[in-house]
C-alpha cells in the first residue's frame, strides 16, 4: 500500500508537469531519466543504485569553485550530453 | 532500547529534544562541527562555537543524564575560503585536549571543488598529526558519487588507518565504495533526503551490519532527533533480532568511538 501510495505521488506530479506551459528546467528530464534506470537497471546495480546513478556527476576532477553551496538534486551536465 | 546518537547537531535544537531522546534510551550523543545554518563572518565565531560544543552542549546534555562528544574543524561549506579556513583549523590545537573531543570532523566535501579538497587534505594530516580519529562527510545529492571518490582517493594517498575513519551520509551507491575499501560507513536518516528508516534497513541487510552506524544528524534543517530509534522499532517489525537491534545501534557505534581515548560511557 505504501509503495502504491508513493506511486501515484509521482504520477500526479508528472500529470502536474504536463498540465502546465513553460519549459520544464533540466531536473525533469533526469527524473525521466532515472525512471527508466530504475525500471532497466544495468548488470550488476540494483534499482535504488541505478537511479542515484542517473542523477549523480560522473566527472572525476575537483571544481575550479562552488558557485553555489547546495545541491540540486540532478547534474546539469549528465543531462545536456 | 539502548543507543548512541553518534551524529547530532545540538547547537540546532531544543533542550526539549535532548528530553526527547534521553526517555527513548539515548545514552551518547556525539557533535560533529559544521555549518550552523549560516556562514561565520570570522575565526572568532568558530572560538565561539567550539567553546559552545566542547562547555556548554555537554553540560546541557547532563542535566538528562546524556553523554556528549564533539568532533572539531571546520566544515566543508565553509571551507572555500581557503585562507578563512586555515585560520579557524589555527584554532583546533587550542581545543584537542578538552575532554569530550573525539578527533577532527565532520570534514569532506560540498561542491567538490579545488580549494575544498585541499582544506580537507589539511585536516587529514591535522589528525595525523594529533593522533586523532577522522569523521567525514560526503555531499549531499548529485555531487556524492563524486565527493565520494575524491575523499576516498585522498584518503589513500594519505595512507590513515583505516580502522579510524567513519566516512558519513552512505546511500545505496556509495555504501559498497566506503565499506569495501575497509573504512567504517555512517548511514543518516532525513525525512526528505539521504536515508528513510526502510532505505537504511535495506542497506544494513544488503551490506551487512559490520562497520556501520546510524544517526539523525538532527540539525538546523527538516530533520528527526528521534530517528535512530524509530528505525531500531522499523527492524524489529522487520523481525530482526534484539541483539542485532542493539549491535547496530549501540554496539556498532561504541566499538568506532572507543578508538577515541575520551570516549567513555
Partial sequence: MDARFKLLEIASFLDRVDRHEGEADFRHPAFMKALQAMQNPPEGTTRAQAVHLAFSDHSTEPAESAGIQFAYGAHKEEVES | MRYIEPHAHM????????????????????????????????????????????????????????????????????????????????????????????????????????????????HVELAKKYDQA????????????????????????????????IIDHVEEHTAPLVLDQGYWAGMTLYPESKCSPARAIDILETFGMENIWMNSACDWGISDPLAVIKTALEMKKRQHPPGIIDKVIFENPKNFLSQCPNFKL
Fill in chain 2, 134 to 165: 577522522i569523521l567525514i562527510h560526503t555531499p549531499h545529492l548529485e555531487d556524492k558519487l563524486k565527493g565520494t571518490r575524491l575523499i576516498l582517493d585522498a584518503l589513500e594517498n594519505a595512507n590513515v588507518d583505516r580502522s579510524r575513519v
Fill in chain 2, 11 to 122: 547547537v540546532s535544537r531544543t533542550t526539549a529534544d535532548y528530553q526527547a531522546i534521553a526517555q527513548v534510551g539515548c545514552e551518547a550523543l556525539c557533535e560533529p562541527a559544521f555549518w550552523a545554518g549560516f556562514d561565520r563572518a570570522s575565526p572568532q565565531g568558530f572560538y565561539d562555537y567550539y567553546r559552545q560544543l566542547t562547555e556548554y552542549e555537554p553540560a546541557r546534555a547532563a542535566k538528562f543524564g546524556i553523554k556528549h562528544f564533539c568532533w572539531l574543524c571546520i566544515n566543508p561549506k565553509e571551507a572555500e575560503d581557503p585562507v578563512f579556513a586555515r585560520e579557524v583549523m589555527a584554532l583546533i590545537p587550542d581545543f584537542i585536549n578538552k575532554p569530550t573531543v573525539l578527533g577532527i570532523g565532520e570534514i569532506g566535501l560540498n561542491k567538490n571543488t579545488k580549494n575544498e579538497l585541499a582544506i580537507f587534505e589539511e
